[in-house]
T-cell receptor
Framework: GAVVSQHPSRVICKSGTSVKIECRSL??????MFWYRQFPKKSLMLMAT?????????EQGVEKDKFLINHASLTLSTLTVTSAHPEDSSFYIC????????????FGPGTRLTVT | KQEVTQIPAALSVPEGENLVLNCSFT??????LQWFRQDPGKGLTSLLL?????REQTSGRLNASLDKSSGRSTLYIAASQPGDSATYLC????????????FGQGTTLQVKP
């Protein structure tokens, strides 16, 4: 199989604090991982592409200083929401590409962030 | 700029019915198109992936087709079951296989027993 995990699944934090979300590919190596954001009853919006060993590529309109992405190994990417505000509350989902399976992407279970 | 649209936004059918979900995209130069299932509060489960050179893919009761010239893909679900109730999302990768998916807003399906 191709399993992607995320931790934590839910997090509540106070406004102004930072939160780190981990995305792991459990049984395969992923040179590229992606971070998406999903608002209630809305579709997924790509935030950034995370490449192992290099800087992430951010989509237009996404603040790179607010959403820090680190892809330190072939199985782990982290998203840190810095100085969180209530408008950052959302469902964050990561995905990873498994190259030997062609072009499919495998998604994590998501992390529900609530900023109070 | 690629845009992906799914119609209808919601669908309710009785158990056993065959149904079709629609997905349209504005830029036909896609690399592949993928269908996903999302249960409430959960992540995405990949259902089918159709590469640009393919016309359809099948997995069990699911069949997905791709018509690049008309900018459309359909997901056919045969003999629907209550367990099929979920939101179905299609996503197009139009960026040369970089994996940057553009998602539709999904069709929420309810299959009534």
């Amino acid at each position: 199989g191709a399993v992607v995990s995320q931790h934590p699944s839910r997090v509540i934090c106070k406004s102004g604090t930072s939160v780190k979300i981990e995305c792991r590919s459990l049984d395969f190596q992923a040179t590229t991982m992606f971070w998406y954001r999903q608002f209630p009853k809305k579709s997924l919006m790509l935030m950034a592409t995370s490449n192992e060993g290099s800087k992430a590529t951010y989509e237009q309109g996404v603040e790179k200083d607010k959403f820090l992405i680190n892809h330190a190994s072939l199985t782990l990417s982290t998203l840190t929401v810095t100085s969180a505000h209530p408008e950052d509350s959302s469902f964050y989902i990561c995905s990873a590409k498994k190259w030997d399976r062609g072009y499919e992407q495998y998604f994590g279970p998501g992390t529900r962030l609530t900023v109070t | 700029k690629q845009e992906v649209t799914q119609i209808p936004a919601a669908l309710s059918v009785p158990e056993g019915e065959n149904l079709v979900l629609n997905c349209s995209f504005t830029d036909s130069a896609i690399y592949n198109l993928q269908w996903f299932r999302q249960d409430p509060g959960k992540g995405l489960t990949s259902l089918l992936l159709i590469q640009s050179s393919q016309r359809e893919q099948t997995s069990g009761r699911l069949n997905a087709s791709l018509d690049k010239s008309s900018g459309r893909s359909t997901l056919y679900i045969a003999a629907s079951q209550p367990g099929d109730s979920a939101t179905y999302l299609c996503a197009a990768d139009g960026s040369g296989n970089t994996g940057k998916l553009i998602f539709g807003q999904g069709t929420t399906l309810q299959v009534k027993p």
